[in-house]
Antibody
Framework: EVQLVESGGGLVKPGGSLRLSCTAS????????INWVRQAPGKGLEWVSS????????YYADSVKGRFTISRDNAKNSLYLQMNSLRAEDTAVYYC???????????WGQGTLVTVSS | EIVMTQSPATLSVSPGERATLSCRAS??????LAWYQQKPGQAPRLLIY???TRATGAPARFSGSGSGTEFTLTISSLQSEDFAVYYC?????????FGPGTKVDIK
């Protein structure tokens, strides 16, 4: 069974940093592109970042470019999101999502909540 | 950057009725479009990809159509478990983009 489990969320002050993790199981992690997608409270879905299986290709939304860094450790079946210079508008549930055919998302984790507030 | 829009924002439907949701892209995405269902407190679930292919486990009452800039998700006969928010997503170009969602609620 495919599973994605996020962790690392919490309360952080504006300007602070946080590192999210996503641990995968039930599939060959290194052969799949994985993404971060976020959802602010009561709002819609926003794509954040994408990383290919071998980490060769990395993409970011303009809203996080220069502040967030996506990475992965295929030996640990883990995906990471290092978030620096956090802002109130980064408050959201952060999901990791596996890419299926094309660049749609066939499996999602349960999400981890990041709250940026003083 | 491709901008996705969805209509209506809210659709009130009685159980057993047909529901038709629309999604529009600001420029052609060919058939690189997916639909997701999200229930309160849950992660989104993939329903349709490549505009019209049902994802594994998606019930047959869900169907997708369209190409280019205009797309439709049809739920042939609403079941109680179908009341949720539905999002479309384009994946032809970076940045990937979701529509704002259509909430399907009980009439």
């Amino acid at each position: 069974e495919v599973q994605l489990v996020e962790s690392g969320g919490g309360l952080v002050k504006p300007g602070g940093s946080l590192r999210l993790s996503c641990t995968a199981s039930g599939f060959t992690f290194s052969t799949y592109n994985i993404n971060w997608v976020r959802q602010a409270p009561g709002k819609g879905l926003e794509w954040v970042s994408s990383i290919s299986g071998s980490s060769t290709y990395i993409y970011y939304a303009d809203s996080v470019k220069g502040r967030f860094t996506i990475s992965r450790d295929n030996a640990k079946n883990s995906l990471y999101l290092q978030m620096n210079s956090l802002r109130a508008e980064d408050t959201a549930v952060y999901y990791c999502a596996r890419v299926g055919s094309g660049r749609n998302f066939d499996y999602w984790g349960q999400g981890t909540l990041v709250t940026v507030s003083s | 950057e491709i901008v996705m829009t969805q209509s209506p924002a809210t659709l009130s439907v009685s159980p057993g009725e047909r529901a038709t949701l629309s999604c529009r892209a600001s420029q052609s995405v060919s058939s690189n479009l997916a639909w997701y269902q999200q229930k309160p407190g849950q992660a989104p679930r993939l329903l349709i990809y490549d505009a019209s292919t049902r994802a594994t486990g998606a019930p047959a009452r869900f169907s997708g159509s369209g190409s280019g800039t205009e797309f439709t998700l049809t739920i042939s006969s609403l079941q109680s478990e179908d009341f949720a928010v539905y999002y479309c997503q384009q994946y032809i170009n970076w940045p990937l983009a979701f529509g704002p969602g259509t909430k399907v609620d009980i009439k």
